[in-house]
């Protein structure tokens, strides 16, 4: 059973959005990897409220910002693109192109469903040079394995189980902000 998660925006990210001034959306999503989860808020009346907390999976190698290290990369991002809108459930993707319902290979490896393509926001840090995360094709996506969520197990991108990420999908704009956090 999962601790309770904090019902309000992290002040780290706050203080990010601030720092770089990036203007907080109507969403936002907060990649915890201590605890392997995601929680979603949304802000009403002028306050970002949690809306939804679900299991996720980040990188098994850890956290980390550098290109080909396989590690999920932490700080402020937005949604740059979405794939996959109106494919199947359990769609598989290579390229960012769907492939079919068949898996091959490893199922934990398979990116499924929905593509949600992130891009960080902090030049220096996960923007640009061998830290920029779209470059490293860090995605929210569909996990053939969805066993593997709650604990590390993907390369670097964030897995979801497709019950949460096709709502997340049709409810979230590009542009929305995904805050990943170690804690």
């Avoid at 001034?21 to 990897?33: F, K």
């Avoid at 969520?149 to 902000?177: E, K, Q, Y």
């Amino acid at each position: 059973m999962q601790p309770p998660a904090a019902a309000t925006l992290p002040t780290e990210l706050l203080a990010a959005t601030e720092r770089l001034r990036v203007p907080l959306t109507q969403h936002v999503s907060v990649v915890q990897v201590n605890t392997q989860t995601t929680r979603l808020f949304e802000c009403v009346e002028g306050i970002h409220r949690l809306l939804h907390t679900m299991p996720c999976s980040t990188s098994r190698f850890g956290t980390g910002q550098v290109k080909d290290s396989n590690r999920t990369p932490l700080g402020l991002h937005r949604i740059a693109e979405k794939i996959g809108d109106g494919q199947s459930v359990g769609m598989v993707f290579k390229g960012r192109q769907p492939i079919g319902l068949e898996i091959t290979g490893d199922p934990a490896k398979a990116i499924t469903t929905r593509i949600l393509w992130l891009e960080g926001l902090d030049p220096g840090f996960n923007r640009s040079g061998d830290v920029d995360t779209h470059d490293r094709y860090i995605y929210i996506h569909g996990t053939g394995d969805e066993t593997t969520l709650g604990r590390p197990a993907s390369c670097g991108c964030i897995h979801l189980a497709a019950a949460d990420l096709v709502p997340l999908f049709n409810l979230l704009p590009s542009g929305t902000l995904v805050w990943i956090t170690e804690n």
